[in-house]
């Protein structure tokens, strides 16, 4: 008898295990055949749905948010466009499922399939962009299965979703395109996020700039097609269209030629002689001046004697005179400083200027001052000129005579230790002619570039767009010429030159002392 009722126990047992395991969830809910192959598809029920594994079901039961295993994507959608308007109150802003589909359905991100649903997706809300987007080459490429294809996430976020400022749109866009990787993998340019930064938008977005032209502003936005393309915007018949939204009347005389140019690669013959032949220059004369002023200090400081004191003040400067030269100094080095600030906005000393540029356009505003300021100066030298015979006599000490080579050449040679005995230098040299004749020739170089470059949108109506690249290359390379030899020649001779040292103070009182029939002590007085 016992074992009649241990057997009947355990067909008993056997029996409810049976009904309880024929009573899983999908023999209710039709919900749970649908999460094979989905990203949930490893999760029970239980997990989203606790306490349900009980049936009858208990009463009050809960069903979890998303934010409960994805809590570092949920904190990201409330910081995006998306949640911070749910958050508004509008309820007609996507949330988890409006993209992800429900929980059952959810797809398994990351893959080919989910990613060409992507604009479809976004499209529900956002159709005209959606429909840009697979019109241009991005879209294309993703329905081509391209798994690498840029689609609306890639640039907007995933749940942080934003509008891309301006300011990020390059480092957007150079994700793909400067990733040296994959522009071989698809036979992209290499080149062109480099290009862009190295031009004068690329600079000024830099430094901070809102409205200077970006990626965008030139290819477009979602609507991305080749240059090939006839209804592309940087179509070579459609680029004055472009180009005009900026600068009106750009290239409607003159065709622009290349935009994308890169230093001493692609870029118009005339400018890249004018950038050789400007390097050359500046190491051959820079390097005689340096050559030339060691020769001297090295003479002057290895002299046995003691120079004796000054005998003569020579008038050396007008106060008018003085009074220019105070405006060169002050306009010059501030030219000098706000203009390698936009080629070099990350050194510590530009700082100061470019931290401003996302709101208001110090830089640029301080060096168009400063440009004015010399420019008056150039004018108040020219008139100061024609109406005072006095000064009209004293410039008339800086003019080149052949005897100022004969000078050159022997106080070179003296420098060096070619030559045993000082030469005698005139009143005014050499020296100060070199000075003064250069002056004149920069300045009349970098306000004629400068001017182009400033009223840009002028000349690009009236000449092609390599006329400005190569005012460009003069501007900078005569800037970096000028400063070297403010630096290297005028510097020396007014402070550190052994006979001047710790300076000169004709540009304060005037005057300049000379000592009479010393030549340093060499034994050839």
């Known amino acids: 008898m016992r074992r009649v009722r241990t057997a009947c126990a355990v067909i008993v047992w056997l029996a409810a295990s049976f009904v309880a395991a024929a009573q899983s969830c999908?023999?209710?809910?039709?919900?749970?055949?649908?999460?094979p192959g989905t990203a949930h598809a490893a999760q029970a029920c239980a997990t989203c749905h606790p306490a349900r594994e009980k049936y009858p079901h208990p009463e009050g039961g809960?069903?979890?948010?998303?934010?409960?295993?994805?809590?570092?994507?949920?904190?990201?959608?409330?910081?995006?466009?998306?949640?911070?308007?749910?958050?508004?109150?509008?309820?007609?802003?996507?949330?988890?499922?409006?993209?992800h589909s429900g929980a059952h359905e959810v797809?398994?991100?990351?893959?080919?399939?989910?990613?060409?649903?992507?604009?479809?997706?976004?499209?529900?809300?956002?159709?005209?962009?959606?429909?840009?987007?697979?019109?241009?080459?991005?879209?294309?490429?993703?329905?081509?299965?391209?798994?690498?294809?840029?689609?609306?996430?890639?640039?907007?976020?995933?749940?942080a979703t934003v509008k891309p400022p301006a300011r990020t749109i390059r480092e957007t866009c150079s994700r793909c395109h400067g990733n040296v990787e994959f522009t071989a993998k698809f036979g992209l340019?290499?080149?062109?996020?480099?290009?862009?930064?190295?031009?004068?938008?690329?600079?000024?977005?830099?430094?901070?700039?809102?409205?200077?032209?970006?990626?965008?502003?030139?290819?477009?936005?979602?609507?991305?097609?080749?240059?090939?393309?006839?209804?592309?915007?940087?179509?070579?018949?459609?680029?004055?269209?472009?180009?005009?939204?900026?600068?009106?009347?750009?290239?409607?005389r003159f065709s622009l030629g290349p935009v994308h140019v890169v230093e001493g690669r692609g870029e118009a013959g005339v400018v890249r002689v004018v950038r050789s032949f400007y390097i050359g220059v500046i190491l051959l004369v820079i390097g005689l001046m340096l050559l030339h002023n060691a020769g001297d200090w090295v003479r002057k400081a290895g002299r046995r004697t003691t120079p004796p004191p000054a005998t003569t003040a020579e008038v050396r400067m007008f106060p008018v005179?003085?009074?220019?030269?105070?405006?060169?100094?002050?306009?010059?080095?501030?030219?000098?400083?706000?203009?390698?600030?936009?080629?070099?906005?990350?050194?510590?000393?530009?700082?100061?200027?470019?931290?401003?540029?996302?709101?208001?356009?110090?830089?640029?505003?301080?060096?168009?001052?400063?440009?004015?300021?010399?420019?008056?100066?150039?004018?108040?030298?020219?008139?100061?000129?024609?109406?005072?015979?006095?000064?009209?006599?004293?410039?008339?000490s800086l003019a080149p005579r052949y005897s100022d080579l004969h000078e050159a050449m022997a106080t070179f040679a003296y420098n060096l230790g070619l030559r045993r005995r000082k030469p005698a230098l005139s009143a005014h040299s050499y020296v100060e002619k070199t000075e003064y004749w250069a002056l004149v020739w920069g300045a009349a170089i970098m306000s004629a570039t400068?001017?182009?470059?400033?009223?840009?949108?002028?000349?690009?109506?009236?000449?092609?767009?390599?006329?400005?690249?190569?005012a460009t290359v003069i501007h900078f390379?005569?800037?970096?010429?000028?400063?070297?030899?403010?630096?290297?020649?005028?510097?020396y001779f007014v402070i550190f030159d052994p006979d001047v040292y710790p300076m000169n103070m004709a540009w304060l009182s005037g005057h300049a002392q000379r000592r009479e029939g010393f030549d340093g002590g060499t034994g050839n007085n």
């Open 321 to 396: 005179e003085r009074v220019q030269h105070g405006l060169l100094v002050v306009s010059f080095v501030v030219l000098a400083w706000t203009g390698f600030a936009l080629k070099y906005p990350d050194q510590f000393w530009a700082r100061p200027l470019v931290a401003w540029e996302s709101s208001w356009p110090v830089r640029g505003t301080v060096h168009r001052v400063a440009a004015g300021v010399f420019l008056a100066t150039a004018a108040l030298h020219l008139i100061s000129l024609l109406v005072s015979a006095r000064l009209r006599e004293h410039w008339m």
């Open 107 to 159: 797809a398994q991100p990351g893959t080919t399939v989910f990613r060409r649903q992507i604009a479809q997706t976004c499209g529900m809300c956002h159709s005209d962009q959606a429909r840009q987007f697979k019109a241009g080459v991005h879209g294309a490429a993703v329905e081509r299965g391209v798994r690498d294809a840029p689609v609306c996430t890639d640039c907007h976020g995933e749940h």
């Open 62 to 99: 809960v069903t979890l948010s998303c934010e409960t295993c994805h809590s570092a994507e949920a904190d990201q959608t409330a910081i995006g466009v998306h949640g911070r308007a749910r958050k508004q109150g509008n309820q007609a802003a996507p949330d988890c499922g409006t993209c």
């Open 477 to 491: 390379y005569e800037a970096v010429l000028a400063s070297l030899a403010i630096v290297v020649w005028h510097l």
């Open 26 to 35: 999908d023999s209710c809910h039709d919900q749970a055949g649908k999460l």
């Open 450 to 470: 400068g001017v182009v470059l400033w009223a840009n949108t002028f000349f690009l109506a009236w000449l092609p767009k390599t006329a400005m690249d190569l």
């Open 189 to 252: 340019p290499a080149d062109r996020v480099v290009s862009y930064e190295a031009s004068f938008h690329g600079l000024a977005a830099e430094t901070g700039s809102q409205t200077v032209a970006n990626c965008g502003s030139c290819h477009g936005v979602h609507q991305i097609l080749p240059s090939s393309d006839p209804t592309s915007s940087i179509h070579s018949a459609n680029l004055p269209a472009t180009c005009g939204s900026c600068h009106p009347g750009a290239g409607r």
